[in-house]
């Protein structure tokens, strides 16, 4: 590297990867985890006697119990601690209806459609991709309206006999929001591993007699295990790590996790107990991803091809 | 059988497509319905009002600049830190390498909500430890500045990816050929490896501009009183609804589709001059074997 660009352009790329580094991820995420075990105080009193270290935000998280009950039993649970159980369901079936919805299309992509027309197809699907996020968001909330077509559709059909409160029934608004907004991002990736599968395997499958679930199951799933994982992980993150959706599509039972550190940030001021939060968040999700990723035995690389 | 299912995907596909393109379609028609409420049912009559509204706000203007100069700043920053990264890695090997690459690309399943608050609380701790708290200066306050630097903090590792992609088929013998030919270490940057990253490094700033107008975790917590789009639009959605959104989501679907179209028509040109010009070697190929010359 320094014979080849020499002393000058090797030390600018260095310190441009470290100011990148060190100044906009590792730094501020110490700086994060630092106060995060501070309390919150009125600004004359940082740095004072009772500026010490405690788990004080963190233990907020056991504050304030709700009564639940699920399958039968009823128990008392923190209510951040709900919220955040509740968070991390919910982008599970986020990523698995996604990958449901995502798995049929990428395959067709790979291996059905015509060449000549794959490059329309893939345009076409990248179109709401560039529309910003929270204008499909807020497609969805006047779809979902109460007065809206969606209602008015089904009262037509006659599927339904009054219309449906949908932004009002726990998640489901929050649901809908998030697999239209990721879904691409499962298709892409699950696209991109199916397409990598030699065609011919497939077809020796099926002259063996292969039924065509089989195939699936033990040839092309297989084999595109990297991209579904690379596909699940990127949707659960940003269905976990989503703040617009929930907010524009939830109803008042549904509280994400994203929210209440919103909430701290924002509304109490707290950024001690919001980053004690946030912090909470990251750690969890980065072990329920590293959990995921050994059970299907991917490895971070693998994830951004 | 195999037939039926080939059918059945095809109409998979065309609903996909309805699906995904159906909310926009509801949404953009919304912009022209003359109705307080932005919906398509009841329908109430065209409109072009909403239109005008939208012309007339101006701190919708406002955060439209706005968005434009972040989404700018991301892209410009976002390229140089991220060709320079992916130089870095392409020409570094072992367990360094690995340790580097992994933390580049852990920055993208970061969520959002944590970058925007350590972002804010690292540039204002920083600068309340530098100039005390009262009166820091103008690095070390939330704003819009805060915004660009946390959505660089991973909008670089896309940039990255796409730079690094390209760089896999860059054959370093020419590096060595310059150099041996006693090109400066600046020229052999400037005049060959760059000019092989480039259609890497414009798809990069493309990508980083997109992903910076679409932010809104990031911003949400550094803005400070500053709008983007985004945030703008969310407060709307959230307080106070009208159409002037629907009209300004229908401008942006039409910019996209047009630039959607300009691609489309350019790479179907592109295909047909590749395919012109296989033929044509192929036709002179065969010239020469029919004439016995080759």
């Not at chain 1, 039993?73 to 919805?101: D, G, N």
């Not at chain 2, 390229?79 to 020409?91: D, E, F, Y």
Request: net charge positive; charged share 15%; hydrophobic share 55%.
């Amino acid at each position: 590297m320094l014979r080849r660009y020499g002393p000058g352009l090797t030390l600018l790329i260095c310190l441009l990867v470290a100011f990148w580094l060190l100044m906009l991820v590792i730094v501020p995420n110490i700086t994060l985890f630092e106060q995060s075990f501070r309390p919150y105080l009125p600004v004359v009193e940082i740095g004072g006697p009772r500026d010490t270290y405690s788990f004080a935000n963190y233990l907020k998280v056991l504050d304030s119990s709700v009564e639940k009950s699920l399958f039968g039993y009823s128990f008392s649970i923190p209510v951040h601690v709900y919220t955040f159980s509740l968070t991390i369901f919910y982008s599970m079936l986020v990523t698995v209806i996604c990958f449901a919805l995502a798995y049929p299309l990428a395959y067709y992509m790979a291996k059905i459609v015509n060449p000549k027309t794959l490059p329309t197809l893939l345009l076409m699907l990248f179109i709401p991709l560039w529309v910003s996020e929270v204008l499909r968001a807020f497609a969805w909330w006047i779809i979902l309206a109460f007065k809206g077509p969606l209602n008015a559709m089904l009262l037509g059909i006659g599927l339904i006999d009054a219309p449906v409160r949908w932004t009002n029934m726990g998640y489901t608004g929050v649901v809908i929001g998030l697999i239209y907004t990721y879904v691409l991002f499962m298709l892409f990736p699950v696209y991109n591993a199916v397409q990598s599968l030699d065609t011919n395997q497939i077809e020796a499958a099926e002259d063996l007699g292969a039924p065509w679930w089989k195939i699936h199951w033990r040839i092309v799933l297989p084999h595109a295990k990297p991209g579904i994982a690379s596909g699940s992980v990127m949707v659960f993150m940003l269905s976990a790590g989503s703040l617009l959706v929930p907010s524009i599509l939830g109803s008042t039972t549904s509280q994400w996790f994203t929210q209440t550190i919103d909430q701290w940030f924002k509304d109490a001021l707290d950024w001690n107990t919001a980053s004690a939060y946030a912090f909470m968040l990251l750690s969890l999700c980065t072990v329920f991803v590293t959990i995921a990723m050994w059970l299907f035995k991917v490895k971070l690389s693998d994830i951004a091809k | 059988m195999h037939k039926l299912r080939q059918n059945l995907s095809h109409l998979y596909t065309v609903l996909f497509l309805c699906y995904l393109i159906a909310p926009l379609v509801v949404m953009s028609g919304a912009a022209f319905n003359d109705s307080k409420l932005p919906s398509i049912v009841p329908w109430k009559g065209w409109t072009g009002r909403w239109f005008v509204d939208l012309w007339n706000d101006d701190r919708m203007l406002m955060a439209f600049a706005n968005t434009l100069w972040v989404a700018a700043a991301v892209a410009v920053i976002s390229v140089i830190i991220g060709t320079a990264a992916a130089i870095l890695i392409n020409s570094i090997s072992g367990r360094v390498r690995t340790v580097l690459y992994s933390m580049m690309i852990a920055t993208i399943l970061i969520p959002g909500v944590v970058i925007g608050i350590s972002t804010m609380i690292m540039w204002t701790k920083l600068g309340g430890a530098l100039f005390g708290p009262e009166g820091k200066p103008f690095p070390f306050v939330p704003g819009l500045h805060l915004s660009v630097l946390g959505q660089v903090s991973y909008i670089a590792a896309m940039v990255m990816l796409l730079v690094l992609a390209r760089l896999q088929s860059f054959d370093p013998g020419l590096e060595e050929a310059a150099l041996d030919l006693g090109a400066s270490h600046g020229q052999v940057m400037r005049r060959i490896l760059l000019p092989h990253l480039y259609p890497a490094i414009f798809a990069g700033g493309a990508v980083a501009f997109f992903q910076s107008i679409e932010n809104f975790n990031v911003t949400q917590f550094t803005r400070g009183g500053a709008d983007t789009l985004t945030v703008y639009v969310f407060s709307k959605v959230r307080s106070g609804i009208t159409p002037t959104i629907n009209a300004l989501a229908f401008l942006l679907i039409c910019v996209t589709l047009v630039l959607a179209v300009i691609y489309e028509i350019n790479r179907r040109r592109r295909a047909r001059i590749e395919a012109a010009r296989e033929a044509e070697a192929r036709r002179a190929e065969e010239m020469a074997e029919v004439t016995g010359v080759a």
